[in-house]
T-cell receptor, first 115, second 113 residues
Framework: DQQVKQNSPSLSVQEGRISILNCDYT??????FLWYKKYPAEGPTFLIS?????DKNEDGRFTVFLNKSAKHLSLHIVPSQPGDSAVYFC??????????????FGQGTTLQVKP | DTGVSQDPRHKITKRGQNVTFRCDPI?????LYWYRQTLGQGPEFLTY????????KSRLLSDRFSAERPKGSFSTLEIQRTEQGDSAMYLC???????????FGEGSWLTVV
C-alpha cells in the first residue's frame, strides 16, 4: 500500500517558468513533510519541509503548500532553472507509536527544465 | 566535508558473497537510518538506530541483513549470501533527535552478478 504517491513520473518546463510538483498521501497521522532532490548516483538532498500545522513554507525559489483536508502537498519552483533538473521526492514522517522519525517516500517525479 | 559519508560508493559482487557497507553520520547526530532504493522507486526504510540501539527494523530486512552501530557513531550494514534482488542503492541518513531534518549520504551502489 503506497502511503505517499507522486502520480506524475515526469514533468518538463521551460526555464524561467514555474514548476509544480504534486504529492498525495493517505495517512492522516503524518505530521511532517519534506521534499528532497536527487541527482543520478547521488543521495537525496534536502530541499524544504513543512509541518502539518502550517499550510505554506517558503525558502527562496521553493515554496511548499500543504492541504491537509485533501491530503495533498505541492512544491513550487519559481523561476525554474536548468540546474533544477533532477528527481524530486516527496516524503512524510511516520512516527507512529515508536517516534522513530522514519520517512515514507513517494516514487519520485523527474523534472526537466529546458533552456 | 561534514556530511553523511558512505563507503564504498560502488560494489560489484558475485551472488552468494557477503558485502558490508559503512556509514559515518554527521557528527553528534544520534539518529541513524538505513534505506534502500531501487530503480524507479523512492527510498524504502530498512532500519533505525538511536545512539547504539537498533530500535526498528523493516520487514524488508531479511535475516541475511544485519546492521550495527557499536559505539553510537558509525554504522555497518552487512548482507550475507547476496542475491540478485539485493542489487540497489543503500542509503544512510542521520538526524539530531526527532523533529529535525534527516540528511542522506551519497549512497552505496550494490550490483550482484
Amino acid at each position: 500500500d503506497q502511503q505517499v504517491k507522486q502520480n506524475s513520473p515526469s514533468l518538463s518546463v521551460q526555464e524561467g517558468r514555474i514548476s509544480i510538483l504534486n504529492c498525495d498521501y493517505t495517512n492522516s497521522m503524518f505530521d511532517y513533510f519534506l521534499w528532497y532532490k536527487k541527482y543520478p548516483a547521488e543521495g537525496p538532498t534536502f530541499l524544504i519541509s513543512i509541518s502539518s500545522i502550517k499550510d505554506k513554507n517558503e525558502d527562496g525559489r521553493f515554496t511548499v503548500f500543504l492541504n491537509k483536508s485533501a491530503k495533498h502537498l505541492s512544491l513550487h519552483i519559481v523561476p525554474s532553472q536548468p540546474g533544477d533538473s533532477a528527481v524530486y521526492f516527496c516524503a512524510a514522517r511516520d512516527d507512529g507509536s515508536s517516534n522513530t522519525g522514519k520517512l515514507i517516500f513517494g516514487q519520485g517525479t523527474t523534472l526537466q527544465v529546458k533552456p | 566535508d561534514t556530511g553523511v559519508s558512505q563507503d564504498p560508493r560502488h560494489k560489484i559482487t558475485k551472488r552468494g558473497q557477503n558485502v558490508t557497507f559503512r556509514c559515518d553520520p554527521i557528527s553528534e547526530h544520534n539518529r541513524l537510518y538505513w534505506y534502500r532504493q531501487t530503480l524507479g522507486q523512492g527510498p524504502e526504510f530498512l532500519t533505525y538506530f538511536q545512539n547504539e540501539a537498533q530500535l526498528e527494523k523493516s520487514r524488508l530486512l531479511s535475516d541475511r541483513f544485519s546492521a550495527e552501530r557499536p559505539k553510537g557513531s558509525f554504522s555497518t550494514l552487512e548482507i550475507q549470501r547476496t542475491e540478485q534482488g539485493d542489487s540497489a542503492m543503500y542509503l544512510c541518513a542521520s538526524s539530531l533527535g526527532n523533529g529535525n531534518t534527516i540528511y542522506f549520504g551519497e549512497g552505496s551502489w550494490l550490483t550482484v552478478v
